[in-house]
C-alpha cells in the first residue's frame, strides 16, 4: 500500500504535457512490455471509444476514451509493485521516469488496468484503478486466468476537456509524429502498432507511415552530415539531426523536435531561427504523373545522450534552460538552432529560392521607398527577417542594423581617440571616415527623399478638390508649420519652413496661428525669430522677427476695399504692436525689439490678376522679375515684405531641392 498525495502530485505536472502525453506514455510503456517478454511479433491495439453524443449534421462523435492494448509481459508483481512506487527505477534503463502514469490523471478522469501475467504456477489476471487520494493502486483483483492471453489493457477513461482531434487517421498520424524514433532506428524492430475505433473498424498501423502503404504521408531527406558538436572540452556533447517531410501537414508548421529516450518531448517552430520555414513548402508530382502536387512540411528530429540524461519528469521539457545559462554548457535553443541550420542546409535550393524571393522584395522597398537606406542594404544580414516581410518589418530590421552600425562606429571613434600612438590613428582614421560618411549620407538621403514627399503634398495643397473647391488655407499652413503650435512642442524636423527659405530651418522661437498676448487678440498666421550665424543672443533685439500670413488658394477678396482681411496691412499691425512691446514670448520674457530690429513679412496667397492690380496700384509693391511675387521696403518700420503666390513657393522649393533629387534619382 502506498501513501502518496496524488492529487497534488498531479497538481504540480508542469507545463510542456498535452492531451497526447500519458497515450505516448502508454504506448511506450506496452513498447517495452513487449521488450521484456522478448517477443518476436509484438503487437500494440490502440482503441478509440467515443461518446454517445450525436454530433450535428452527421460529424463523428468526440473521442472520450482510449483503450491500449499489448502482448507483453503484464502486470506481474514487480511491474505492479513499481506501479505502485512513485519515483519507480524500475525501468530506469530504458529511459523511465517512474512517473509518467501520473500524467493520465491529469487529462482523464480515470486510469484502468487489466492485465493476465504468468507466475510458477500457471497465470493470472490482476485488475486495479489509479487512485486520486493517497493510494496509487485501488479497487485491486487477482484472480486464476489459466487460458487468457499474457499481456495488458490500460484504460483512459473520459476525457476532461474536449479531444483536439477526431479523425482515427489524424490521430494516427500525430503518434506517428511523437513516435517516430522507434519506427527509423534501423536496428529496432518495433512491434506492429495500430489504432481503430473501438470495434475494431478502419485500424491503421502506424508504423506504415514509414515503411509501407503509407509512406507517402512521411519521407525522410537523407543529409550529408546530421551530426552537431555542441560544448567544449569534457562538457562537449554530440547529437544526431534527422530530417523528415511531413505531407499533407493540416496547417502545422515545420518543426524542430528533442528526443528523448525515443519518444519527443519538445517541438519548436523552425521558422524562429530559419524564417523561411514559416509557410509550407509544396512539392510537384513526377513527369509520369504517378504523384501528385502537394503540400509538405519540415519536422527535425534531434537525439542524443545529453536529451536522455536531462529529460523532465513528466517529459514535457529538460533540465536545462531554454537560452543561456553560466550553470549549463548547452542550451535548447542553441541545440534547435544547429538542428534548424541542418534542416535549412537539407532543403537546399527551396530555402535558397525563399531568400532570393525575401532579398528582391528588400530591394523593392528601398528603390520604391526608401533609397536613404542603399548603403546599409549592401551590407545587411536578411536571415532574422521575416519571409514575406511588411515593409514595416523590413524597416524595422534597417533600423536595427543603422543603430547597430552607430553604436560599432562610436565605439571605435572613442577607441582610436584614446589611442597614444599617432601612427594607428593615421591608419584607422580613413576607415573610421569612410564608414561614418555611409551612416551620415543614408541620413541625408532619407531626408531629401522626405522632402519630395512633402513638396508633392504641397503642390496638392492648393489644387481644385474632386468637388470643385480649394483646400482651406489651414490645409497648406499645417504642411508648413502645425496649427497652434509652437517651437517649443514641435521640433524643427517636424516643420517645413524650409519650403519657403531654407535658413527657417533653424529658428530660435517659431509662433503659430496663436493669439500673441495669449488672449483673443489678432494673431499672425506664423511668426518667427530668426538666428543669424553672426548674432550670438536668442530673444535679442539685433535678432531679426519673421512674420507669415497665409490666404486660402483660389481667394483674392481680401483685395477688395472694404476688405479687413488685407494680409499687408495685418503684418504692418503686427510689427507695430510687437515694437510697442505688448506681447511676449511663451516662457514669459519681453519679446525683445530695437529701432534697428529688421522684420521680414511674407504673404503667401493667389495672384490673380485683380491681386495683381492692388499691389501695384494700391499697395505700391514692385513685382519680381519671373512675376510670381512682388516685393516692398517699409523704411519708418524696418520691414521688408513680399507678397508670393503659392506657385512660385512650390516651384522655388522644388528648384532648391532639385539638383539632390536628381542625385537621388527620384526626379
Known sequence: MSNVNVKRAVENIRSGTNVYTPLVETIVNAIQAIEAASIEKGRIDILVRRSNQQELEGGQPPV????????????????????????????????????????????????????????????????????????????????????????????????KRAFPDKKVKTIARTLVERLLPYFIDADYQCPEIGISEEDGTGRIILN?????????????????????????????????????????????????????????????????????????????????????????????????????????????????????????????????????????????????????????????????????HRTIAEDIDLSS????????????????????????????????????????????????????????????????????????????????????????????????????GDSAATAYDDHNLWIIDERLNFTFFVHSDKPLDGGTSERPDILVFDKPVLFRGDNEASNPITVFEFKKPGRDDFANPSSKEDPVQQIVRYVNSIKKGKFKTPKGRPIQVAENTPFYGYVMCEITE???????????????????????????????MEVLSWDKVLRDAEMRNRVFFHKLGID
Not at 96 to 116: A, H, M, N, P
Not at 611 to 628: R, Y
Request: aromatic share 12%; charged share 30%.
Open 385 to 484: 527577417m521575416p519571409y514575406n516581410p511588411t515593409p514595416e518589418q523590413i524597416e524595422t530590421v534597417f533600423q536595427r542594423e543603422k543603430f547597430s552600425q552607430e553604436v560599432a562606429i562610436r565605439q571605435q571613434v572613442d577607441k582610436m581617440l584614446s589611442e597614444t600612438d599617432a601612427a594607428g590613428l593615421k591608419d584607422g582614421l580613413p576607415k573610421i571616415l569612410d564608414q561614418i560618411s555611409r551612416t551620415s549620407r543614408s541620413d541625408l538621403i532619407h531626408y531629401i527623399a522626405l522632402r519630395k514627399h512633402v513638396l508633392t503634398l504641397f503642390g496638392k495643397s492648393f489644387e481644385l478638390t474632386d468637388d470643385l473647391k480649394y483646400p482651406s488655407e489651414g490645409t497648406v499652413h499645417d504642411i508648413i508649420f502645425p496649427r497652434k
Open 610 to 640: 485683380k491681386v495683381k492690380e492692388w499691389l501695384k496700384m494700391e499697395k505700391d509693391f514692385t513685382p519680381m522679375p519671373d512675376g510670381g511675387g512682388w516685393f516692398k521696403w517699409f523704411g519708418n518700420n524696418n520691414l521688408y
Open 208 to 372: 506504415d507511415f514509414v515503411s509501407n502503404q503509407l509512406a507517402a504521408m512521411i519521407k525522410e531527406i537523407p543529409l550529408q552530415d546530421g551530426r552537431i558538436v555542441l560544448g567544449s572540452g569534457d562538457k562537449e556533447q554530440t547529437f544526431q539531426v534527422r530530417v523528415f517531410k511531413l505531407y499533407s501537414p493540416r496547417n502545422q508548421k515545420s518543426k524542430i523536435s528533442l528526443v528523448a529516450d525515443r519518444r519527443e518531448v519538445t517541438d519548436t517552430a523552425i521558422h524562429s531561427f530559419v524564417p523561411e520555414f514559416v509557410d509550407e513548402f509544396f512539392e510537384e508530382g513526377s513527369s509520369e504523373g504517378e504523384e501528385r502536387d502537394r503540400n509538405y512540411i519540415v519536422k527535425a528530429y534531434v537525439f542524443g545522450p545529453y536529451l536522455d540524461a536531462n529529460v523532465s519528469l513528466e517529459r514535457g521539457g529538460f533540465d536545462f534552460p531554454k537560452g543561456e545559462d553560466l550553470l549549463h554548457p548547452i542550451s535548447q535553443a542553441e541545440i534547435e538552432q544547429a538542428a534548424a541550420y541542418i534542416a535549412r542546409d537539407a532543403l537546399g535550393d527551396t530555402i535558397t529560392a525563399r531568400q532570393e524571393k525575401k532579398r528582391t522584395q528588400v530591394r523593392s522597398y528601398v528603390e520604391d521607398s526608401a533609397p536613404w
Open 64 to 159: 472520450e476514451s482510449f483503450t491500449v492494448i499489448d502482448n507483453g509481459i503484464g502486470f506481474n508483481d514487480e511491474n505492479r509493485d513499481s506501479f505502485d512506487t512513485l519515483y519507480s527505477d524500475h525501468k530506469i534503463a530504458q529511459g523511465g521516469k517512474g512517473f509518467g502514469r501520473f500524467t493520465c490523471l491529469k487529462y482523464f478522469d480515470d486510469l484502468l488496468i487489466e492485465s493476465v501475467f504468468q507466475y510458477e504456477e500457471g497465470r493470472k489476471k490482476r485488475a486495479f484503478k489509479m487512485g486520486k487520494q493517497t493510494d496509487i493502486i485501488v479497487n485491486e483483483s487477482i484472480e486464476e486466468c489459466p487460458y487468457g492471453d499474457i499481456g495488458s489493457r490500460v484504460t483512459m477513461r473520459k476525457v
